[in-house]
């Protein structure tokens, strides 16, 4: 069974760093391009990175550019996502989400981690 | 980036109700369209990708059609477990992957 569980959340300060861990199990990590995507309060999904399975493509929405980096360990089957200079409307949650094999649509998504930045 | 707009945003509906749903994509985007449900505290869940094509273990009563820029996702009798917010996705054109705004399916 794939389950992906996100950890590292909690509240900070503006200007801040948090650093997110995604933790995959029930398939081959190592195969597979995989994605962070939030969700702010009441709000819908925005598509926040994505690196590939060789972590030789990474990609980022303008809005985190600059201040978030993707990464992944595929011997400990995990996948990160370092965010500093944080802002309040990154607050979110944040959900890892894998690539469907060979696709580009999103097939199977952790249960999130909240982020919440604010004084 | 490529926009999704969907409508409505939000409508009330009966259990056994047939319901649609549109997506209109602000340039074609062939067949490279997902439909996924939440339900409040949940994680988005896959239904349809390729425009039309169930994912494994979505009841059948779950259809999406459409291609270039006009789609539409369908449950053809809607049960109190389908009451959620549904979301497309277009993967064609990416960085970025970009969402429909959400349509909320509730309970009339």
């Known amino acids: 069974e794939v389950q992906l569980v996100e950890s590292g959340g909690g509240l900070v300060k503006p200007g801040g760093s948090l650093r997110l861990s995604c933790a995959a199990s029930?398939?081959?990590?190592?195969?597979?391009?995989m994605n962070w995507v939030r969700q702010a309060p009441g709000k819908g999904l925005e598509w926040v990175s994505s690196?590939?399975?060789?972590?030789?493509?990474?990609y980022y929405a303008d809005s985190v550019k600059g201040r978030f980096t993707i990464s992944r360990d595929n011997a400990k089957n995990s996948l990160y996502l370092q965010m500093n200079s944080l802002r309040a409307e990154d607050t979110a949650v944040y959900y890892c989400?894998?690539?469907?094999?060979?696709?580009?649509?999103?097939?199977?998504w952790g249960q999130g981690t909240l982020v919440t930045v604010s004084s | 980036a490529i926009r999704m707009t969907q409508s409505p945003s939000s409508f009330s509906a009966s259990t056994g109700d047939r319901v649609t749903i549109t997506c209109r994509a602000s340039?074609?985007?062939?067949?490279?369209l997902a439909w996924y449900q939440q339900k409040p505290g949940k994680a988005p869940k896959l239904l349809i990708y390729?425009?039309?094509t169930l994912q494994s273990g979505v009841p059948s009563r779950f259809s999406g059609s459409g291609s270039g820029t006009d789609f539409t996702l369908t449950i053809s009798c809607l049960q109190s477990e389908d009451f959620a917010t549904y979301y497309c996705?277009?993967?064609?054109?990416?960085?970025?992957?970009?969402f429909g705004q959400g349509t909320k399916v509730e309970i009339k």
């Open positions: 340039q074609g985007i062939s067949s490279y």
């Open positions: 989400a894998r690539n469907a094999p060979g696709a580009n649509y999103f097939d199977y």
């Open positions: 029930g398939f081959t990590f190592s195969s597979y391009s």
């Open positions: 996705q277009q993967y064609y054109s990416y960085p970025p992957w970009t």
């Open positions: 390729a425009a039309s």
């Open positions: 690196i590939s399975s060789s972590s030789s493509y990474i």
